[in-house]
T-cell receptor, first 114, second 118 residues
Framework: EPEVTQTPSHQVTQMGQEVILRCVPISNHLYFYWYRQILGQKVEFLVSFYNNEISEKSEIFDDQFSVERPDGSNFTLKIRSTKLEDSAMYFC????????????FGAGTRLSVL | AQKITQTQPGMFVQEKEAVTLDCTYDTSDPSYGLFWYKQPSSGEMIFLIYQGSYDQQNATEGRYSLNFQKARKSANLVISASQLGDSAMYFCAMREVFSGAGSYQLTFGKGTKLSVIP
């Protein structure tokens, strides 16, 4: 069964460092999303991406964040200078169509900022 | 205002019994979708079931069914014949159709922790 693959599963970094979280979408999916979940809280939308550009972003997605699809397969989320409050589980989700827009999630990357 | 409300922070159910997890939503968009996801302790988010706002029938997927009451704006998840492996967090989510960019982001509720008792 096709699945969304995220790497790494766990990333530990020092405050102020840059991190890149990677996602390999399901192969024929065209709509990509990043969400985050701070421990014990609900899942929050960060950004959506379609046709090689951001289609929507939340207030959380400030200038420290960026996304790209560097090679036509991977979809990455970069946090330029991590803060303690960036510690969370980051989920990539992808969808094939807008009709139902069922978003399939990866297993997540747990980011710990020290 | 909360767009998705899950009023049960935790629920217990006996193995093999049925359980209903509540979800109410708030939207003025006539076209929307409702989703349920399961998050086991391992952390991944697993899609369970989808209901479109124009769907005439309640959605069913195996042991999962969605009790969709449009006028009440509720979309409760029913799990029949509970199994120990059903113990997890369950999130209700909504997708609204935005004009313009139309990103179709999901808005999640706070979740319900279901514990299945042997």
């Amino acid at each position: 069964e096709p699945e969304v693959t995220q790497t790494p599963s766990h990333q530990v970094t020092q405050m102020g460092q840059e991190v890149i979280l990677r996602c390999v979408p399901i192969s024929n999916h065209l709509y990509f999303y990043w969400y985050r979940q701070i421990l014990g809280q609900k899942v929050e939308f960060l950004v959506s991406f379609y046709n090689n550009e951001i289609s929507e972003k939340s207030e959380i997605f400030d200038d420290q964040f960026s996304v790209e699809r560097p090679d036509g397969s991977n979809f990455t989320l970069k946090i330029r200078s991590t803060k303690l409050e960036d510690s969370a589980m980051y989920f990539c989700a992808t969808s094939g169509t807008l009709a139902k827009n069922i978003q399939y999630f990866g297993a997540g990357t747990r980011l710990s900022v020290l | 205002a909360q767009k998705i409300t899950q009023t049960q922070p935790g629920m217990f159910v006996q193995e093999k019994e049925a359980v209903t997890l509540d979800c109410t939503y708030d939207t003025s968009d006539p076209s929307y979708g409702l989703f349920w996801y399961k998050q086991p302790s391992s952390g991944e988010m697993i899609f369970l079931i989808y209901q479109g706002s124009y769907d005439q029938q309640n959605a069913t997927e195996g042991r999962y069914s969605l009790n969709f009451q449009k006028a009440r704006k509720s979309a409760n998840l029913v799990i029949s014949a509970s199994q120990l492996g059903d113990s997890a967090m369950y999130f209700c989510a909504m997708r609204e159709v935005f004009s313009g960019a139309g990103s179709y982001q999901l808005t999640f509720g706070k979740g319900t922790k279901l514990s299945v008792i042997p």
